[in-house]
């Protein structure tokens, strides 16, 4: 049980705040910045070692669309953490002052571009995990499935698509992944609860529309494999 709430909960739930922690820059400064980016690397190694039996699976089973878009996911999400892993070290000022790697501003501009990317797709990645999560909590909370429960899950997940929806405007995440300058910046001189409201909001919003998009994938695959058999 406790490593069912470690691995499926605790630790997903730590990274991501983590994640959004470091985006908060100019409210932390650089050193707390760089010490919770650190430390949610350090995190992701562990994520990856617990989870290192899903890409020796890779090779064996067969694959259908949904599957070929989780690869995919993956794929992509391990490009962009790369860079921001790389970026995250030739541009450290605290963690690593001893090295003073380099200060160029494209590779400052490339690692902000790819912890924004970082942040949408870790958020797609947990939607296509969703409901995994769902059954530990399930599991750890010992809450059964209901009807009453579902259609409030289903109305939660309404209520968070549309925030998540006002927020990824309040916040300009378009032209943040767009690699585009925006001279909005949010002002860290008042109360910092509505910045990572509205990040959380964007995450979960995200997370909906990855799950509900998987669900649908499978549902489609569910209709096909029939289809196909009835053929031959």
């Known amino acids: 049980m406790l490593r069912l709430v470690t691995d499926r909960l605790v630790l997903p739930a730590s990274m991501a705040a983590l994640l959004m922690l470091a985006l908060a820059y100019w409210w932390l400064d650089n050193g707390p910045h760089e010490i919770f980016g650190t430390a949610m690397f350090g995190l992701l190694g562990w994520h990856l070692t617990m989870n290192r039996r899903w890409f020796l699976k890779l090779r064996s089973g067969r694959y259908d669309v949904r599957r070929w878009m989780v690869v995919l996911i993956h794929a992509w999400l391990g490009i962009t953490m790369a860079v921001l892993v790389v970026t ?44 995994r999560v769902m059954t530990a909590a399930g599991t750890v ?60 909001g964007v995450m979960a919003g995200v997370v909906v529309l990855s799950h509900y998009a998987m669900l649908c994938l499978r549902a489609v695959n569910k209709t096909r494999i029939p289809a196909t058999k009835g053929g031959t």
Request: aromatic residues 18%; hydrophobic residues 55%; glycine residues 6%.
């Open 141 to 200: 909370f010992r809450v059964s499935p209901s009807r009453i429960g579902t259609a409030s899950l289903r109305l939660i997940a309404v209520l968070l698509l549309c925030f998540g929806a006002w927020s990824f405007a309040a916040l300009g995440v378009s032209t943040k992944l767009m690699f585009g300058y925006s001279l909005e910046f949010w002002d860290f001189t008042g109360s910092v609860v509505p910045f990572f409201a509205h990040w959380t």
């Open 88 to 131: 995250s070290v030739l541009i450290s000022r605290s963690v690593l002052s001893f090295a003073k790697f380099t200060n160029n501003v494209s590779v400052i501009e490339l690692h902000w571009f790819s912890a924004y990317w970082v942040a949408i797709i870790v958020a797609i990645h947990a939607g296509t995990h969703w409901a």
